[in-house]
Every structure is written in C-alpha cells, then in structure tokens.
C-alpha cells in the first residue's frame, strides 16, 4: 500500500522543519517538538528565541557546552588546515591523543573509531579473535542485564534489555546476561568457553545504576582465572562524567580492564569513539583485521585534545557542583516521599520516581529545562560539565516546581 507523505502548510519556522523531517526522515525517532537553533554555554536557544538550561548535553556529549571558545578556535583553525585525511597516512594528532589516554587511562593503546557502538563493536572483535587463539570454541561472553551498548547487531547482541533485541534476533550466539550484583550467576556464567565479560561500569540508560566496586573485582578475578577478556564500556560513564576520567577509577585501587571503550564527550559533539586496551588484548588485533575510513581524523583528534587539557583543570570544579547539584536533589527528595531514590556520580544523575514519568520531560521544557527520562521512571541528567552552582541552582528551582505539580500520569 502506498503511503501519503504530504505536509500541512507551515506557520512558523519550526512547523516547517518538522513537516520536512516528518515527510523525508526515516521515522525512527520519537522527536519532542523543539527545534534548536544555537547554544552558548550550559545554555541552548529555540528557532523563537526561548532558552533552556541544557541539562542533558545532546545525551552526555556536550561536554564542554555549546560554542566554547577554546574548541570554536580550534574546529576553525584546523578545519582550515585538514578535516580528513584517512589511516592511509599519518597526521599530528592521532598518536598525541593515544599517548594522553595512555596516560589517563593505565592502558597501553587506543584504536579510534566514530561512535559508541563502533567501539563495542571493535571490542567484541577483539573478544572473538582472542578467545580464538586460545581454543576454538572460546567465543562466549558475558554481559549483564539491564545494559545498553548500541544499536548495530553485535552491540545489541551483549545489549541486557530484550526490548531492543526482539525486533532483530537472531542475533550474535553465545551471549549471556548475568543480573547486577549476582556473584554466584557470574561464577556459573564464567566458563572456560568465556572470551569476554562486558560491563557498563555505570548504567546509563537502564536508568543510572553505578556497578558496585566487589562485583567489578570478582569480573577481573574471573576474567583473569578464565583467561577472558575484561571490557568497561565508558561510552556514557566515562571521560570526567563521573568526576573523574573513567569511572572504574573511582576505586582504590582502580579495578583495571583490560579493554575500555568510549565515544559521546571525548571531541565535544565531532563524532569520535575510541577503544583502549592493554598490551594483551591488542595482541588480538593483526594488521589488517580491523579499520575504518573516517575514525581519527585530524579535525576530531585535534579537538579532543583540546578538551583534554581544559578537563584536568576543570575535574575539581565538577566534583564541587556534583556534590552541591546532589544536596540539593536530597533537599527535593525530603520534601517529595515519591522520589524514591537519588543516583549517580558525578555529573551522572538519576532521579527514580514512584511512577511512570515521561510526561515531565515536557513540563520540564516550558519551564526553560532539557531533561531526559529513562526507564519510564527516572530523571536522567548529564549537564556540561562546566555547569555552575548558579546554574544547578536554576535546574533545582525548575525542578522543584514541576515536581510539585508531579503526579502519576494517568
Ligand atoms: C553505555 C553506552 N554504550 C553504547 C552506546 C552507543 O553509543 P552511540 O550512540 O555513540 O553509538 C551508548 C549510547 O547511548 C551508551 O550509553
């Protein structure tokens, strides 16, 4: 049957943008009727000139805001120098930006990709073909329920939420997810068939649930008895979001993996991913088992080396309006008994309410506030992290009058 795709005529500006995308796009996206223009700082502002204090950063990559001076210059600057020149050839920027997340990370080398699931996908070949070279059928992996790792089959496949698996199986075998903190299903999972264990060491989209620091420990131990390969996927998580630059640092000492992949802050909003590992996991990867034509361009590694510097000097600003940000959400939380639990690290924040609450997100823009909802129930933010104590303290006002008017929808 053939579909009618005609647009209603356009009064306004915004009408007219999502009557085009409504008539041409893929209908993939369920898109909150808002059509952004341009942003400065911690603040974005619509085609008619209504800001909003951006709490959700484009979903965690806008690390350093909108039109951050230092990033401006450098984007331009290079821009006119060289955007993209292949891995045919070398350029300055790819190797200096390995040798800093050597340095951050405690892993030895990087592979650069353009996404979050381009690196999982990456670090699941490295899996396979390390289990492979120690026996045949050595291609199991474990991964946890509830987990989000992408959209494309191989990061679906070690993906813990049927809802985003059903439409496409069958998928990738030898998968299997083990609940979070089940220290007994992990020991019966881990075989010596165990290639690899894929954790998110912070659960973003399954509604911000942080990995406790004994079960990270007990995956190494297990990882390392069965020879398997140990992956924190820090796409969300990672990379100053959660005050520091991975979130399995937050432990003393750091739970070290052996691969760690990551994407959305790491060159402000150009698509980067990166993938770092260890001397032992890179010995998985031969010249010419894996690639890709655009991953590591000089414009994006040049940007995100850029971003780098400003992040060290503002990690210790991040973690005082974290903590002040987190005061104030238990404020709120003692003044609403349906706040049922406030979560997170750093500038990774969830709130879980006692009942759905996506309508909020709506409520939340009129009252000048981005936010997102997960999980049907939790209020997910991931503010720049150049947010302000001012700043938080105009989401706590925000906050605190649509909650206020908060009830469970019908
Ligand atoms: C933890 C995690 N892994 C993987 C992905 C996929 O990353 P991308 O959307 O850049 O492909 C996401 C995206 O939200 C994520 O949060």
Redesign the pocket.
Known sequence: METTLEATAPTSIAESVINLERQYLLQNYARYPLVLKRGRGCWLYDANGKRYLDLISG?GVNALGHAHPRITRVIREQASLLVHSSNLYYHEYQGALAKKLAEVSGLQRAFFCN????S?EGAIKMIHSHGRRVREDKFEIVSLENS????SIG?LSVTGQPKYRKDFEPLMPGVHFVPMHDEAALEAAVTNRTAGIIV?TIQ??GGIYPVAESWLRKARELADRFDALLVF?E??CGIGRPGTHFAYQLHVPAVLPDVVTM??PISCGLPL?AILMNERAAASIAPGMHGTTFGGGALTCRVALEFFEILDELLPQMRRVSAYFFDGLHKLRAKHSFIREIRGQGLMIGMELEFPCGHLVQEAMSEGLLINVTHGNVVRMLPPYILTEKEADRALVGLGRILRRAKPAA
């Open positions: 979903i996404s979050g699931t381009e999982m989000f790792h992408g959209r990061a998110e973003g989209e996927d796409i969300q994407a959305k991913g």
